[in-house]
């Protein structure tokens, strides 16, 4: 197969997203729709990817160029249609006789098998131009195909400029086209934006080529939804839905079981185990690793991070650039923030918060704690109200906690501090210097008892009163 070079029409303001954002920059499933598009093309064999920008079009060339640094820009700075668009890359077409194949970068779903069946034709016909077509129950909003008594194209008319005969025509121009370069520049000299939206359309090329007897050539797509252009938020909607779908189709294939498939958010660049259980409204985001035989319940947020195999988490989690080891407990209510680290079968229990801590091998802190910048041993217990006070107010401090501690319920560790193995903390200390191995250590007021002050206090009330 030829080289071919992709040329993506990303100019476009999409006013109909009603955003200040551009619209390629619009995330589904928590990636940008324009870096779909351009995985999907990674299959083919694509020479340059050539993106046209318009508004916006640092924050575009700066998405893009984190995962496809060898691609290439050109600027329409006045937005006067897409065939004016396509115009702006002739420059990189200079005595070249190349094949460019046009997408839209708001077209996010087009399959590399459709597009390299359009490749096939195209070369295997000899074609000068060719173009994917699809046909749609509510064709409303596309450009419409019009062919004649033969069944050959003839061109393309869009929907503004249509009759309202041609407006019930099914068979729509998806965007997507294979045209040889010489001829494509060269017709674009000529197109005229006198129409309804005072453009020049790119469509026009279907007609200016037969016109010049040149051949032209149709694949039709045979999944619909492969061809989605996202113009609005309603389409976003759809797409993302699209997009779930497919992820927990693709899961539950894999051995993975959704409990509720369509309320389960799994994003691209996940990894799950096989014997895994999801319940309805967990999100797991790119970059997270599930291992086997994991459960995980309602309302569970997993970002960046590694769950090994046979891990249980509980109801209302949030887990962040964290790394959970085999048979570990969290949860319900259990927040885990960047840099946490939980050893095999320790158990993080309602309403704890853990940042930048280790908690080692069958260590528990079952209830309402915080424990911040530290590293725990193995088989530890955390008592309830236990808190870390790792930030002085001018930089943040480690507390040190070795195996077999025992921590009393309300214990408050002012960092930096060690505790040495085998010690036990009282209740309601507050721990300021470090504690030497297999030692209790206390710090409380002295308690108070005054016998009959109940008694006394509702005599003298009665008396005042």
């Known amino acids: 197969m030829k080289p071919i070079d992709a040329v993506i029409l990303s100019a476009g303001l999409g006013t ?12 589904i499933g928590g990636r940008p729709m324009i870096l779909h598009l351009l995985d999907r093309i990674k299959p083919v064999s694509i ?21 496809f640094p060898e691609a290439q ?3 329409q700075e006045k937005q006067l249609g897409t065939g004016h668009a396509l115009a702006q890359a002739e420059k990189l077409f200079v005595n070249q006789d190349k094949t460019i194949l046009v997408l839209n970068g708001d077209t996010p779903f087009i399959s590399h098998e459709t597009l390299l069946s359009l490749i096939r034709n195209h070369q295997e016909k000899s074609a000068t131009l060719s173009l994917l077509t699809a046909g749609l129950e509510h064709p409303e909003g596309y450009g419409r195909i ?34 040889n370069s010489r001829f494509a520049f060269k017709a674009l000299k000529e197109f005229s934006s006198k129409n309804v939206q005072d453009e020049i359309y790119l469509t026009d090329i279907v007609a200016s080529a037969v016109k010049n007897k040149k051949a ?4 039709h797509v045979g999944q619909p939804e492969e061809v989605m252009g996202i113009n609005n938020r309603v389409d976003l909607s759809s797409a993302e839905a699209l997009l779930r779908k497919r992820a927990a189709e693709k899961w539950m294939k894999a051995g993975v079981t959704l409990i509720d498939p369509h309320h389960t958010y799994i994003e691209e660049g996940v990894i799950i185990g096989k014997d895994t259980v999801i319940y309805p409204g967990v999100y797991i985001k790119k970059g997270s690793r599930i291992g086997e035989e994991c459960t995980l319940h309602s309302n569970v947020i997993i970002s960046n991070s590694r769950i090994q195999n046979s891990v249980l988490i509980k109801e209302f989690c949030v887990i962040t650039d964290s790394i959970l080891e085999e048979a570990v407990v969290i949860g319900p209510f259990a927040h885990l ?10 158990h993080i229990g309602n309403f704890v918060e853990i940042k930048k801590t280790e908690i ?13 910048d530290s590293v725990i041993g193995k088989r ?22 070795g195996d077999d501690v025992f921590v009393g319920s309300d214990t408050q560790f002012i960092a930096p501090v060690t505790v040495e193995s085998g010690s036990v903390i009282g209740a309601g200390s507050t721990i300021v210097e470090n504690i030497p191995k297999e030692s209790l250590s206390l710090s409380r007021a002295p308690q108070i008892i005054k016998k009959g002050w109940v008694s006394r206090k509702k005599i003298k009330i009665k008396k005042e009163r």
Do not use: W
Not at 47 to 67: A, P
Not at 216 to 219: A, F, H, R, Y
Not at 388 to 393: E, I, P, W
């Open 16 to 27: 109909r997203m009603k955003s200040k954002r551009i619209k390629v920059l619009h995330p």
């Open 360 to 372: 080692g091998e069958e260590s528990k802190a079952n209830h309402l704690s915080y424990l911040g």
């Open 47 to 67: 020479e340059r990817i050539i993106l046209v920008l318009g508004r916006q079009n640092e924050k575009v060339k700066e998405v893009v160029m984190k995962d």
């Open 216 to 219: 032209v050539e149709t694949v």
């Open 380 to 401: 530890v217990n955390i008592g309830a109200g236990t808190i870390t006070c790792n930030y002085d107010g001018v930089g943040k401090h480690q507390t040190v906690i």
């Open 73 to 75: 820009f050109v600027y």
């Open 337 to 346: 923030r960047p840099g946490s680290i939980i050893r095999k079968k320790a």
């Open 146 to 179: 019009i062919r004649d008594r033969r069944g050959k194209i003839q061109k393309i008319v869009e929907e503004r400029d249509a009759t309202p005969l041609q407006r019930k025509i099914a068979e729509v121009n998806t965007g997507i086209y294979l045209m």
